[in-house]
T-cell receptor, first 112, second 115 residues
Framework: GNSVTQMEGPVTLSEEAFLTINCTYT??????LFWYVQYPGEGLQLLLK?????DKGSNKGFEATYRKETTSFHLEKGSVQVSDSAVYFC???????????FGGGTRLMVKP | DTEVTQTPKHLVMGMTNKKSLKCEQH?????MYWYKQKAKKPPELMFV???????INESVPSRFSPECPNSSLLNLHLHALQPEDSALYLC??????????????FGEGSRLTVL
C-alpha cells in the first residue's frame, strides 16, 4: 500500500535560517504529492503540490520537487520566519482517487 | 467563498450524551470528508461522501454516525462516546472524489472532549 515517511521533529531554527524537511514515499503508479501546513489551533491548509515527476511546487517561499528516482518530495525554504512555525504534513494521493495518505507530520519552531 | 465552516469549535460531552458536529461549504464541492486527529498525529480518514452518498467508511464505530443532508452540509452525530474519542474532528471538501486530485479544503476543526 501507499505510505509517506517524514523526518521527525521538532525542527527548531532561528529566523532567516534555511529549512529542509525530508519526505519520502512508497506508492504504486504515479501519485500526486502535497505539503499541507497546520498552524496552531487551525485545520490543514494546502501549501503546495506536484502532480508528476520533476514538477516543482512552490508557494509563500516554500518549494518541493517531485523526484521519482528517489521517491522524495522534500520541502525547502531559503529563509524562515517566526510566522512559519507550524506542523507540516507531506501527503500523497494515489490512483485510488482523492484519498490522502499523510506522513506523521513535522513540527517546525522558528525562534526570533 | 473558499471556506469550510465547522461548528462548534469546542465541545465537551459526557459518555451518555448525544451531540452533533456540523460542517458547511459553499464552494460547490461534491465530496466531503470527516477526519479525526489526535494530538501530534496526522489526520485519520473516517468517512467520505461523494455526491451526497456515503462512499467510504473506514471501519468507524457505530457511535459515530455521519449524515449529508445536501451537497453543502455534512454532520457527524455522536452518541455514547468514550474518553478515547476525544480529538480534533476535521471536515474537508474537494471538487470531487475523483482520481488523483488530492487537494482538500479543511475546516478549522471541532475539538471534542469526552468526559
Amino acid at each position: 500500500g501507499n505510505s509517506v515517511t517524514q523526518m521527525e521533529g521538532p525542527v527548531t531554527l532561528s529566523e532567516e535560517a534555511f529549512l529542509t524537511i525530508n519526505c519520502t514515499y512508497t506508492a504504486t503508479g504515479y501519485p500526486s504529492l502535497f505539503w499541507y501546513v497546520q498552524y496552531p489551533g487551525e485545520g490543514l491548509q494546502l501549501l503546495l503540490k506536484a502532480t508528476k515527476a520533476d514538477d516543482k511546487g512552490s508557494n509563500k517561499g516554500f518549494e518541493a520537487t517531485y523526484r521519482k528516482e528517489t521517491t522524495s518530495f522534500h520541502l525547502e525554504k531559503g529563509s524562515v520566519q517566526v510566522s512559519d512555525s507550524a506542523v507540516y504534513f507531506c501527503a500523497l494521493s494515489g490512483s485510488a482517487g482523492n484519498m490522502l495518505t499523510f506522513g506523521g507530520g513535522t513540527r517546525l519552531m522558528v525562534k526570533p | 467563498d473558499t471556506e469550510v465552516t465547522q461548528t462548534p469549535k469546542h465541545l465537551v460531552m459526557g459518555m451518555t450524551n448525544k451531540k452533533s458536529l456540523k460542517c458547511e461549504q459553499h464552494m460547490g464541492h461534491r465530496a466531503m470528508y470527516w477526519y479525526k486527529q489526535k494530538a501530534k498525529k496526522p489526520p485519520e480518514l473516517m468517512f467520505v461522501y461523494s455526491y451526497e452518498k456515503l462512499s467510504i467508511n473506514e471501519s468507524v464505530p457505530s457511535r459515530f454516525s455521519p449524515e449529508c443532508p445536501n451537497s453543502s452540509l455534512l454532520n457527524l452525530h455522536l452518541h455514547a462516546l468514550q474518553p478515547e474519542d476525544s480529538a480534533l474532528y476535521l471536515c474537508a471538501s474537494s471538487p470531487s472524489s475523483g482520481k488523483n486530485t488530492g487537494e482538500l479544503f479543511f475546516g478549522e476543526g471541532s475539538r471534542l472532549t469526552v468526559l
